[in-house]
Each structure stands twice: as C-alpha cells, then as structure tokens.
C-alpha cells in the first residue's frame, strides 16, 4: 500500500460511486449539478496529492439484475449494465475536464474509440502522472457487480481504501428511513458485515477486500464536501469496515 498523504490523509483511493449517487434529485439519468459537484469535490482531492481512481455503477440508466427478473438473459443484462457505466464514466470525465483535471477512462470492455482498455500497470503509470483513471464496464464479466469491480480494481492498483459513496451516513443494523431507532456503527469487521448481512457491498467485494485487508468508508456523499473529508481526515465520518487491528485502533 502507499504511504499516507501528507494531510494526514489516504495517498491512493478507490472511490465508488452508484449510478444513482449521478441522478441527484432526479429520477433516472444524469443530473448535470450533481456531476458538476462531484467533479469539483474530484479536483479538492487531486490538488490536495490524493490519486484517485473511480468506480461508477450503472444503475441510474440500466442494472443487469432488474433486466434479469423480468426475463431478459441475465449475462446480455449484465453486459447492458457495464456498457450504462461507460456512459457514466464518460460523463463523469468530461466533467472533470471541465474543471481542470486530466482524466483517462479505461474500459474493461474494448472500445477504443471511446476509451483505453484496461491494463493494471497502465493504469497505475496514470495515477503516478497525476491522472484521475476511472474505470468503466465493470470487471468485463456478467455476474459480477461494480462493487466486487471496484474491489478487484482497488487491489490491483494497491489503493489504501474503497471509499463506498451513499445516501446515508454509513452502516446501520436496520433502515434508518423505516426505523429511527436504527443504530450506525462505526466500524465494523469484515465477518460483522457478512454474519450480519449488512447492506455494504455484496459478499464476493466483501469477502475479497477481507482476504486482501482492504479497508472500506462507508459514507454519505449528499453533504458538499464529505468526499474531501472522508479522505483527507479519516474516521471523522461514515463507518469504516476492516480487519479487527483496524476497527480497534
């Protein structure tokens, strides 16, 4: 893993975004503010020394699993899915631009017009250069979701943490919306997540991030400014799930 940023913060990060987190408060599709936004929170993170990789879903225009359950091929919805998050990645990059940062998209689905495929060492080579790299069409393969991608990917270029973007402000042991005595935690181990069937990632990323002691922030990304905090100042929010060293340090 790399050294920790000079602020006191990660060096390299994963940050994992839904396709929903790109709705805002739309209902389908790409809200053009909320990209606005989290491109500009993208460049607080670059400027600040922070390498940052990006997983986005596909939720918000296509999920593999909901073509499934009404009949469709579940690996043709899959490949639907990954391509969905080619078009997130490509809008998320142009946002970036748009603010000054210099992106490259890699695709794990060859589609050179539009995208480099992906190889690990260039990617990597990108991050060093002070590229932002966002990964697209999840790992290439149906079955997989783009939490286990962003996991493999998150290893693979040897990222200090997955940082999981969501609507609410990290893990609770029910629905805070249906119950207001839901408590959050604020860590929890890997086998707590799996044992408890916590709703983090599913179990293959989480399994995958135990067997690698990859740690995962758990966070709300709504708030302006929580994508810097979480990780420029680490534990200040959300809820981080590690190995048992690291939830007890």
Known sequence: MTDTAKTGGYKRILLKLSGEALMGEDKYGIHPPTLVR?????????????????????????????????????????????????????????????????????????????????????????????????????????????DTAASLRAMEINADVILKATKVDGVYDADPKKNPEAKRFRSLTYMDVLKRQLNVMDSTAISLCMDNSLPIVVFDMTNRGNIVRAVLHPGEIGTVVGTKETVLA
């Not at 909901?66 to 990059?93: E, F, H, P, V």
């Not at 890699?106 to 991050?127: C, D, F, G, T």
């Open 38 to 146: 989290l491109a500009e929170e993208v460049m607080e993170l670059k400027r600040a020394g922070v390498e940052v990789a990006i997983v986005i879903g596909g939720g918000n225009i296509f999920r593999g699993v909901q073509g499934a359950t009404k009949g469709m091929d579940r690996a043709s919805a899959d490949y639907m899915g990954m391509l969905a998050t080619c078009i997130n990645s490509l809008a998320l990059q142009d946002a970036i631009e748009k603010v000054g940062g210099s992106t490259r998209v890699l695709s794990a689905i060859k589609m050179e017009q539009i995208a480099e495929p992906y190889i690990r060492r260039r990617a990597v080579r990108h991050l060093e250069k002070g590229r932002i790299v966002i990964f697209a069409a999840g790992t290439g393969n149906p079955y997989f979701t783009t």
